[in-house]
């Protein structure tokens, strides 16, 4: 059987109000996305995926979607949409939304028609509950139905004098979540999904898409750390019926159209049990899932809250990951999205004498894994994490919400800023570096979040011009995955599991093996001598330190590939 065409692709997410501003509006839009496509088409990647550029009160940057049919007007129209999708397609490239049905905007129709009380045809798609006078006074946090925290500080629920009942969020309160318990949503969630394919849409990111099976007694969680809320996740992370939701979803919406489109569900807190359940191809759910696991070992108590990466860990967690889905299911390989820290910041040195370096050594690593890889805007220039100077600074609802709810409990302000400046969202959504003007070519307005600085070294008009530059090593790695069958189906084998320097792992592929070596410390590191005699004369593929190699030690931040047979 043919293997889909998604297994050798290399995925580009786009965040649209960072990207490329074409009428000076200081936000991104369709139209300046249209008019940088070549700088994909030179990248080599084969599949743009677009955060959401719905209508929307922005009050979570889109994810907050008030009309599923529609485009933002900051962003553009139908029409430029179509035109976009047309020139992708011209292109050779894939075109694939995000998928926001956990939750609407609380400006969406189906809720303002939901909200005008309990007899409203529409109650039962969202989730309303009265409140528990026992616990305190209606209205509230402390009457809410239960204990949830929500995933942006605070009660998961919120009163409604309306009704005077309380509808739950997970995250923001403008974010409500849907009932999937009720057919009639999910009905109505297929035909807007129908609707886009129909019109050359190649598939669909899933946000959140494990948490939109609710335990239906929502009962209280376990009480957390802080004691104000409950960790409601037992009862909501990958629920009862979710597998049932997508199976439905996958018949409704996938099953029988001629050409094969891409599905990824993100995922937080999914197992790799459940990883293998969903990625089944027998069992028809999604092609891929986007799981949290390496991106949280280096959290304390929170994702704020910073600890150092230990790469033992690390490698724990991707080979287990790797070894769990070799058989059945498949990986999604990423560093980057619009909700992390920028790598190279985060796992690498973004200083001026090792960040091209510590930023291709992490791309060589997460690309020749087995599974499809995604790259992030900005990733493949090296891009880093931002000077935030102050909490003004920050624009990010979940940043600000944490911070908020930190300065409550008594936290010093200037460690939780700190926290901020490593781990806040806002580090992804810096503008696009294009060049070195003024607003790093982004836009002729102000920009909605300031350039950084950094952008009159790193950006995407010196590095093409430069050939041992971050973006033309992505260009190596993306065409290695084209043209050499062991990067897209070899089987994978971590080799020095217990090292806390190297990063070290084969590929097997028929006569092919392919051996990645990586440092993770910016200094030399000698090889174990067995493997270092072993692959002495095998000949380089692709590197990040020059093409004369020294078999026996690694540079810092080095990274290599070698092949046999
Ligand atoms: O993110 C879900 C999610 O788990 C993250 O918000 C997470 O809490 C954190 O930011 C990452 O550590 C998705 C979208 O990617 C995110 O942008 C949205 O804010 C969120 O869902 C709600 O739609």
């Known amino acids: 059987m043919e293997e889909p065409w998604w297994k050798s692709a290399v995925v580009y997410q786009i965040y649209p109000r960072s990207f490329a501003d074409s009428d000076g509006d200081g936000i991104g839009d369709l139209g300046g996305i249209l008019a940088r496509l070549d700088h994909l088409v030179g990248l080599g ?35 430029d949409f179509d035109r976009l999708t047309a020139a992708v397609h011209e292109r050779g490239m894939r075109l694939v939304m995000d998928l926001v049905v956990n939750h609407t905007s609380d400006e969406h129709a189906w809720f303002r028609e939901s909200r005008e009380g309990p007899n409203s045809a529409k109650r039962d798609w969202y989730w309303w509950r009265p409140g528990r006078p026992e616990r305190g006074v209606v209205g509230e946090e402390a009457a809410a139905p239960n204990n949830w925290g929500s995933f942006f500080s605070g009660s998961a629920w919120q009163y409604d004098d309306t009704s ?18 009720n057919p009639e949503v999910r009905q109505a969630i297929y035909a807007m999904m129908r609707w886009w394919l129909d019109r050359g849409v190649d598939g669909f990111r899933m946000d959140v898409i494990n948490l939109i099976s609710k335990h239906p007694d929502l009962p209280d969680g376990e009480s957390t750390g802080d004691g104000l809320y409950g960790d409601g996740s037992p009862y909501y992370v990958c629920g009862p019926r979710v597998h049932e939701y997508l199976a439905e979803m996958h018949r409704e919406v996938f099953a029988d159209r001629p050409e094969r489109v891409l599905t990824v569900g993100e995922m937080p807190g999914v197992t790799l049990e459940h990883a293998r359940l969903f990625t089944d191809p027998a069992r028809g759910e999604v092609d891929m899932v986007f799981q949290f696991e390496h991106v949280g070992l280096d959290f304390g108590r929170h994702k704020f809250d910073v600890r150092p990466l230990r790469l033992t860990a690390l490698k724990e967690s991707l080979g287990r990951w790797q070894t769990g889905l070799a058989e059945v299911g498949w990986n999604s390989l990423y560093w980057n999205n619009h909700d992390q820290p920028r790598v190279v910041s985060r796992f690498g040195d973004d200083g001026p004498r090792y960040r091209v370096r510590s930023a291709t050594m992490l791309a060589t690593v997460l690309h020749l894994h087995r599974g499809t890889p995604y790259i ?19 624009r990010d609802i979940e940043a600000l919400g944490h911070y908020r709810q930190a300065i409550r409990a008594g936290e010093d302000p200037e460690r939780v800023l700190d926290g901020l400046r490593a781990r806040g969202r806002d580090n992804a959504r810096t503008p696009m570096q294009w060049d070195t003007s003024e607003h790093a070519g982004f836009t002729t307005g102000t920009p909605w979040l300031p350039v950084n600085p950094n952008h009159t070294t790193i950006n995407a008009a010196a590095a093409r011009a430069d050939p041992e530059s971050v973006y033309h090593h992505y260009r190596r790695l993306i065409a290695l995955r084209h043209s050499e069958p062991a990067v897209v189906h070899g089987d994978f084998t971590m080799l020095l599991a217990d090292d806390e320097r190297l990063y070290a792992f084969t590929r097997r592929y028929r006569d092919t093996t392919l051996l990645t070596l990586a440092n993770f410390t910016g200094e ?6 067995a493997l270092a005699t072993e692959w002495a004369t095998a000949p380089l593929v692709l590197g990040n330190a020059g093409t004369s190699i020294d078999p026996a030690t690694l540079q810092p931040w080095e990274a290599r590939v070698q092949r046999k047979g």
């Open 45 to 79: 990647v084969d599949v743009l995926w677009l955060s959401p550029v719905y209508p929307s009160p922005q009050d979570d940057n889109g994810y907050d979607i008030s009309d599923y049919q529609g485009i933002e007007p900051m962003f553009g129209t139908l029409a």
């Open 164 to 181: 005077g009942e309380y509808y739950l969020h997970l995250f923001s309160p403008k974010q409500a979540d849907l009932n999937w318990e």
């Open 524 to 529: 030399p590191v000698e090889l174990p001598a």
């Open 376 to 394: 992030y805007q900005g990733e493949e220039l090296g891009m880093t994490n931002a000077p935030f100077a102050s909490v003004e600074d920050v």
